[in-house]
Every structure is written in structure tokens, then in C-alpha cells.
């Protein structure tokens, strides 16, 4: 993709996944989340560091070609061992599947398609259970899907057994969530915004900051629609697009989300995604 | 040393070295270096970032018990793959054998005294190849040593051999410089800075912010010392020591430093060698 010598020849999949998690993180301003700039009281910058440190081993097990629900749950075990709670739930469970098919070889759509359509019931068992490490905030399930409640953790693995699910069956039924999306369609937002991040030019927090920025104009996010409703997920959504890919423009946007909570989930997990594959690709740092 | 279960059981002491230098790098006010508010033009936060997760395998290296010297090059190299240039020469030679202690489970003032007593020739040798990977700013070597000179890198191997010095022997050699008296004398300031850490309250970069300030008030930083001459060195510790371990007073000085270009080396470099004793130790984030 970029030509010539990848500037990080030493650099394995596990490691461009760790580095992105920082770099998703210390992208400013993403208005809403905690960035270089800004923390939340009880979660803050230095979380979401021990969280990715953490993360790692899990990484590594997908890199290694471990099931996707064994490392899944893995990072995230290895994610929660720090005070600020859910950190990069969400980040995690896109990054496992293409750190999957990074270390196959095939960091492409149809790469990742063929992670997810080969995701078993023991990995829809990894994922629930990946669930009693942290508190996730989630929408309520579906009509009649609430035996399959993920709030349910490890307590929904037999339910998910006797139905047969495989986690990609899991993720085709959470509807509405953005990274099931992801995980259903070949990661399209993903890589998408991974080659606008190689496009870009300037320092890579800055790319970061700015594919973060096109992400939320284009879709409401998952978890400001869970937490605030639809309306206020549209509206940032509005005002996201205002702002463009101007960062200063984007400031007062944070300095407005971050007083009024407003902390876009999804919208970060996609990039801190596409950050890894535009790493992989030869992102320079 | 902390009592209780430890915060974070899954950590690996690699997992601690590079969580050390993300945090050390998120400390701020760490007046004249990069941390979470300010850049240089181009050695940037997101440089230390990669800087670490680049160092990771020979700090693994050194966690399995490899030689120092290797681990040492093996850390170097990793690092030296972002565009910043050095960003972490000091903290990863503090690190190493601070590593190699605590993977043998004496991380103690006798443990890694006995870790620098054990160095080779050949861990001579490694350290300096590192120097092949990444331009050092260091002093003049002592009169008569100009075929030991550091800036030689693998170099200056064969005299290194011819003359048979160690490790330990070639830093007991190099007069002035902080981080070869840390390696001297069991590490007696990171440890103190480590403890004082763990007595510290509040969010672990506030805590590194503050021995930070208390180590720059201590002696004249070496890198200050070789850049600017010794009379700024001591107004550095002097104006560290007025600011005490207030961060709000030590804001004015970061600017002031920031903006005069002066930015401490092994000041940072002890911090972070303290960070990873306390983190290794139970210092909670």
C-alpha cells in the first residue's frame, strides 16, 4: 500500500495493536472522550495506557492464531486489570479479528470475512465470558433474546450452546451496534478509514484525531444512542460534520461533549481499528 | 511491600517496564521534557509511545534471562523504529537490569547490584552496538578513553575486548553521567523515588510528575549538564528545588524550560526506572 520498506519492520501485529490503542487515545481533540487533553474523574488517560499494556497477551494469542473468543476474552481479562473499568472493550473485539488475519497474512476485507464466518460456539462462549471481566454498557437485547443477554457473561454460555450460536450468529443479532456491523460487513468503516489515515498527512495522533472526526459525522454512535438517546446521537452526528476535519474547529465540539458526558463509543473502537490496519500498512510515527 | 493481592496479577515485568514508560511520559508537569501537554517540534508524545512498545522484545529478552547487553541492544533497536530519534537510550539501561532482577525475583538494591556484577564483555559489546541504532547525546569521553568513546558504537568493540572490560567496568568509567551511577551503586535513587511513589497519593502521572521534581531538585541533571554546561544544570536543581512538589508552581517552569529548550535526560530516565519498582512493587492505576 505505501511502497517501500515498512518503517517498522520489528513491529508484530500485536504490537501495532497496542500501539494503536495509545495512539487511538492520545488523538485530540475526539470530542467526548478521554484524549490527550482530557480525562473523565474516575477515567482517565493513564487507564486506557495500562488497559492496551494489558490487552496484550490476549493480542498476542490472536496473532498466534488462538480461537478469536479465547483471545477475545483474554484481552479483555488482561485489559480490565486497571481502576478506570471498561477502557477498550469495544476497540478489543474489532482488533482481535484483524490482528487474526493480519498474522494470516490476509489484512483485507475478505480476510477479516473469513475470521468471522470461521467463529465457532466455543468463540461465542469466549465472548460472553469476556463480559464478567468488566461492565460493558450495552442496549437491552432484543424481543425473546433475553437468555442471550450479555450482561449475562458467562451465565448465557449454555443458552448460547443449546441454540448453537457461533459468535458471528451473536453478532448478527445484536442489532444496531456499530462494531457488529463491522464484524458482519468485512470491517468496511474500518479500512476505509485506515487508507484516509494513510492519505492524511501530519503527525499521526492528528490522522487519528481526524478519521475519529469523519467517523462521527457519518453514523450515529452505538453507545451515545444506549446512554443518551437517539436524538442526542444525531445531533452529534450533525455536529460532528459541522466541524469537519478542522481539529481547532473541533476543540469547542470536546470542550461542549466532555462538560455534557457525551462519550462516543463505537465511533473510537472503529478508529483505534483503523488505526492498527493503517499502522500495519505503514502508518509513519 | 504493599500488602494485599497485587493490582495487577497478569503484568509480566515487560508489561510493567513499557506501562513505566508510557506513564513517564504522561507525567506532567515534567518541566523541559515531552509529557502529556507539550511537544517538541519533533520529538512528540506519540515517539514515546511507539519508542516503548518497540522496546518491548528485549525487554522481554531480559525478563527470560538473556545477557543484558543483548536484551540492552535488542530494546535499543526496537525503540529506535518512530521517527523521533532517541526518545528512551536511558530509561531502557536503567530498565534492563532492573528487569532481569525481577524476573529472578530480587528486585532489590542486591538484586540488580548482583545483575551488574554478573556483566560480561560481551554485555560490553552490546551496549555498544546500541549505539549503532540511534544518535546519543553524551559528554566527551575521559582523557585517554577516545577509543572507548560511546559515539564509536560497535566501533570501539574491539577495544572494548582487547582492554576486557565488562559492562560494569565500562560505566564505572563514565564519570558524571547519572545513569552509571544508578548501575554503581544498586540503584539507590530509583529505589528511593519508587518508595516515595508508593507513599505518594493521587493518579500514578501525578506521582511521577512529582518525584520527577523531586529527583531534578536532587543533583544536576547529566543531559542538561552536556547540552547547556553546568551552570544551567544547577539552576535547573535549583529552580526544581523552589518548586518543591507543587505541579501547579512546577507548570511556569515547564514553560519556561519548554521554551529555553532544556530538557532533562536522566532525570526522566531514573523516573521511569522508579515508575517500573513501583508499578512492580503494586502502585496502583
Known sequence: VTGGAHPRP????????????????????????????RDYDDLR????????VGARPGLERAAEGAPVGEAFEAAVAGMSQQSG????????LDLVP???????GSLTPAGVERVVAGTTVADAAGFYRAFDHVDVTVADPPEGMDDLDVRRGSGAVPAVRERGLTLADVLARSEGDGNAREWERGFPRTFRAAEAMLDDDGPAPDRVARA?????SEEPDTLVR??????VAYEV??????????????????????ARGINPGTTADVTAAATFVALERGLPV
Chains 1, 2 share one sequence.
Open 10 to 37: 520489528g513491529f508484530s501485529a500485536a504490537d501495532h495493536a497496542v500501539l494503536a490503542l495509545g495512539l487511538e487515545v492520545t488523538g485530540t481533540p475526539k470530542p467526548g472522550n478521554v484524549d490527550r487533553r
Open 45 to 52: 488517560f493513564e487507564h486506557f495506557l495500562a488497559g492496551g
Open 85 to 92: 473499568g471498561n477502557t477498550q472493550f469495544g476497540c478489543l
Open 98 to 104: 484483524l490482528v487474526s488475519a493480519a498474522a494470516d
Open 212 to 216: 475519529f472526526l469523519s467517523l462521527l
Open 226 to 231: 444506549v446512554e443518551q438517546g437517539p436524538d
Open 237 to 258: 452526528m450533525d455536529r460532528a460534520e459541522a466541524a469537519g476535519r478542522d481539529l481547532a474547529a473541533a476543540e469547542d465540539l470536546a470542550e461542549e461533549f466532555h
